[in-house]
């Protein structure tokens, strides 16, 4: 392990309260968040959500508004990028174009007076760890995608940093090596051990990479938790909309009855109720909203299952398809059903809604707790 | 994509065929460069080689104009080396100050575009009014330069009439013209990303550092193209000469584009003025290859890529 920190203090990384407004606008309003040592987080939302201008102000590279940023102990919030002991990966890589690769990443070391032999074996391990020995010589012009990739990756690791900052690192290269880079990073991490964060709007990056993911909207962080706790449990109908592909499906429903740990209710369209374990009491004169996943969206004959609609698309896959179904309001639903699925366009179908599988959604948009089979139960402790 | 080939095929060999018509759109410049540019350069070689009166007998002297010139001719030497003066002033100074400029004012500062306006505003007024102008500024009883220097308890110098000052007022008077190249040096400092200096201040590199290393090798290509232009312009000196001193006091900027236009429309000797023109324009064509082949070793043009791959 080639861990990094200068000092024996761990890493952890707290934002208290963090504000920052571009002139009349907030872009961050209140962002509250604690990141262990040697933890992979990645900040997760819609373009516009926050996350970059929340990774740069980590980076020292914007002038915080209001709240405070400690790292491994220290208060970091006014102090200079440099000082931070960070080291940042840009979306477009930023690499000095004018200088070769082996410059690109011993500028900055050379510049604060490091010795020339520990540049050389730190490069020399750098460029070891990401495969570009061979390369040192070249001009970032020269270079792939992914190679250019590498060596911005390279010029973190050669300062060996308390944190790593990585903004959207991915986003500029093919899907395919997306891909390949994504478990390279993975690997990088373990080797590393060092705290990472990475920005992304893709969510399948940040469910495969992190620990824990930051789901921000509009400035705010709207859950934070592993990647498996978002999925099944989102906190709001903001995460629960947004984690998951196709995303969950919603219906607007009235409570009809609550019982000893359940609540019966009664979704718009449908002809049944449906009873949902649930130890909320939610005010039975607000509205709610059901979610259900597309994956457990069952397909089942016309007459059959809480509710009755047309499809309008079958999108074949070839492993499952995604059937797009519009109810009689226009409302339309997508079911993922297995890829030799029978149903075609214009076809009347029934759909049900298994009761265990439904989110509920108070009229706030708060998720209501809700119970989960034991096996996955143990996958979100473990 | 299968059909495309036969569609765009007889479109190719239409536009290969296309005969005159391409031709006839360019003509317009192709016959203004050879009656206006090429004719008349080919034809002032011809005059170097004749004794060429404005009026009167034409004789072919080969290159007696040229012996004469560099071996007879006092008068041409201090010219030349007046104007190797200028240029040793207005080179270095016009680069840095329009460079500082530019960094001024791509700081985005509040009133930024009425600075760049009002920096650039000169460049586009005419050299007699930027002459008249200045002879004012200059004037050492009622100068409007003298007047101010005053308030600073400083005695301002006769800065048309003094031998020593007279060069230094033609060269700040020319230098008011740098709004052209700070615009350039504008426009490259404006197309380097922002990244590279954030990526150097998360590295800790200092801010002079992110000027010598990142902002100077970005505008290499503006750097030279300012250079060449300036040694140029430095060169051909003469509208704010002739009319702001007359080549005095005592021939002190008496410059070799003066002597040329004295040679060519004073004393009309049309074939000596025709062979100093070229004199001149081998010395400028000299001075710029020199600095384009010195500027391989510091220039860094963003879409080349060369064989060795470094010379950082």
């Known amino acids: 392990m080639v861990h990094a920190s200068g000092g024996a203090s761990l890493a952890d990384l707290r934002i208290e309260s963090l504000h920052k407004s571009f002139g009349p606008v907030d872009v961050l309003k209140g962002i509250d968040l604690a990141i262990r040592d040697g933890e992979f987080v990645s900040f997760l939302g819609p373009s516009g959500c926050g996350k970059s201008t929340l990774l740069r102000s980590i980076a020292g590279l914007e002038t915080l508004t209001g709240g405070a940023i400690h790292l491994g102990g220290r208060d970091i919030t006014d102090l200079p990028s440099a000082r931070r002991d960070i080291a940042m990966v840009f979306q477009n890589y930023a690499l000095y174009p004018h200088m070769n690769v082996r410059k690109n990443m011993s500028f900055g070391l050379s510049l604060n007076g490091m010795k020339t032999a520990e540049i050389d074996r730190r490069v020399a391990e750098a460029a070891d760890i990401l495969r570009i020995t061979d390369l040192l010589a070249r001009k970032p012009k020269q270079l792939s995608g992914g190679q250019r990739q590498r060596v911005a990756i390279g010029r973190a690791i050669v300062r060996k940093p308390q944190l790593f900052l990585l903004d959207e690192p991915l986003s500029n290269l093919d899907a395919g090596l997306r891909v390949t880079m994504r478990a390279e990073l993975a690997a990088l991490h373990e080797r590393l051990g060092v705290t990472m964060i990475y920005v992304t709007h893709d969510q399948v990056e940040a469910m495969t990479l992190s620990h824990r993911v930051v789901v921000l909207d509009k400035g705010r962080v709207s859950q934070f938790g592993s990647p498996l706790e978002l999925f099944h449990r989102p906190a709001n109908l903001f995460v629960a909309g947004f984690i998951g592909s196709p995303k969950m499906n919603f219906l607007p429903a009235r409570i009809t009855g609550q019982g000893e740990g359940a609540i019966t209710l009664r979704a718009d369209g449908t002809a049944s109720d449906l009873t949902i374990a649930t130890p909320a009491r939610p005010d039975p004169a607000r509205p709610v909203t059901l979610g259900i996943r597309p994956d457990r969206l069952e397909i089942v004959g016309e007459g059959e299952g809480q509710l009755t609609g047309t499809v309008q698309l079958m999108e074949r896959l070839g492993t499952e398809s995604h059937a797009h179904i519009a109810l009689a309001d226009g409302t339309v639903l997508v079911a993922i059903t297995d890829g030799t699925h029978p149903a075609r366009a214009h076809d009347r179908v029934g759909l049900r809604i298994p009761a265990a599988d439904a989110h509920v959604f108070d009229a706030d948009g708060l998720a209501l707790p809700r119970a989960l089979d034991p096996a996955t139960e143990r996958l979100l402790t473990q | ?312």
């Open chain 2, 1 to 312: 994509m299968a059909s495309q080939p036969a569609v765009t095929r007889p479109s190719r060999r239409k536009a290969r065929g296309a005969g005159i018509a391409p031709w006839l759109f360019i003509s317009p410049w192709i016959l203004g460069f050879l009656f206006f540019t090429l004719g008349p350069l080919a034809f002032s070689f011809v005059m170097s080689l004749h004794d060429w009166p404005v009026v009167g007998q034409r004789t072919f002297v080969g290159l007696d104009n040229y012996r004469v010139m560099f071996l007879h001719d006092p008068q041409f030497w201090t010219s030349l080396g007046i104007t190797v003066k200028f240029a040793a002033l207005f080179v270095p100074l016009n680069i840095v100050l329009s460079f500082l400029l530019a960094v001024l004012l791509n700081l985005n500062l509040k009133g930024t575009p009425i600075y760049r306006t009002a920096f650039y505003l000169p460049s586009v007024i005419s050299g007699v009014a930027l002459v008249t102008i200045w002879s004012w500024l200059y004037s050492k009883e009622y100068g409007l330069l003298n007047y101010l220097l005053s308030f600073a308890g400083i005695d301002g110098p006769n800065w048309l009439g003094d031998t020593g000052w007279s060069i230094v007022a033609i060269t700040i008077a020319s230098l008011w013209g740098l709004g052209g190249s700070m615009l350039i040096f504008l426009a490259g400092l404006q197309s380097v990303p922002k990244e590279l200096y954030e990526a150097a201040r998360v590295s800790g590199v200092p801010a002079w550092a992110q000027v010598v290393h990142i902002t100077l090798p970005m505008l290499s290509p503006m750097l030279l193209f300012t250079f060449i232009t300036s040694i140029i312009s430095a060169f051909q000196q003469l509208t704010i000469a002739l009319l702001l001193t007359k080549g005095g006091p005592v021939g002190s900027t008496y410059f070799f584009a003066m002597y040329i236009y004295d040679n060519a429309f004073k004393f009309h000797d049309m074939g000596y003025a025709a062979a100093m023109s070229w004199v001149m324009f081998l010395i400028i064509m000299a001075l710029s290859m020199l600095v384009m082949r010195w500027s391989s070793a510091w220039v860094y043009y963003e879409g080349e890529v060369r064989k060795d791959g470094d010379h950082a």
